[in-house]
C-alpha cells in the first residue's frame, strides 16, 4: 500500500514562500512520476508540477518561474518550492504519484494566500 504525505502548507502573504514537502512509504524512484497537484473550491483539480522517474520536469504555465519541483532521496521525498505566491494559488496542495495505470493521493495541504 502506498502512502504519500503531504507537509508545509499554512497562510502566507502575496508575494511570499512557502516550500511543500510529499513523503512517500515507498521509494519515490519506484514511481514513473510524482508531482504536485491543486484543488480551489468550486474549480477542477490541475496540475501544478511533476518530475519524471527520470529527472524530467513539467510545470502548468501559470506558475512557471515561480515554483519549482525537486526530490530528495535522502528524505525519500518531492518538493515544492513556491515563491512570489499569489492569490489566486490559493488552494488544497495534494501530492500525486504514478506507477505504470495506478496514481496514488494524499490526504492534501492547505496553501493560503493572502492580498
Not at 28 to 35: C, H, K, R, T, V
Amino acid at each position: 500500500q502506498v502512502q504519500l504525505v503531504e507537509s508545509g502548507g499554512g497562510v502566507v502573504q502575496a508575494g511570499g514562500s512557502l516550500r511543500l514537502s510529499c513523503a512517500a512509504s515507498q521509494s519515490i524512484f519506484s514511481f514513473n512520476a510524482m508531482g504536485w497537484y491543486r484543488q480551489a473550491p468550486g474549480k477542477q483539480r490541475e496540475l501544478v508540477a511533476s518530475i519524471t522517474s527520470g529527472g524530467s520536469t513539467e510545470y502548468a504555465d501559470s506558475v512557471k518561474g515561480r515554483f519549482t519541483i525537486s526530490r530528495h532521496s535522502a528524505k525519500n521525498t518531492v518538493d515544492l518550492q513556491m515563491d512570489s505566491l499569489k492569490p489566486e494559488d490559493t488552494a488544497v496542495y495534494l501530492c500525486n504519484a504514478e506507477r505504470v495505470v495506478r496514481h496514488y493521493w494524499g490526504q492534501g495541504t492547505q496553501v493560503t494566500v493572502s492580498s
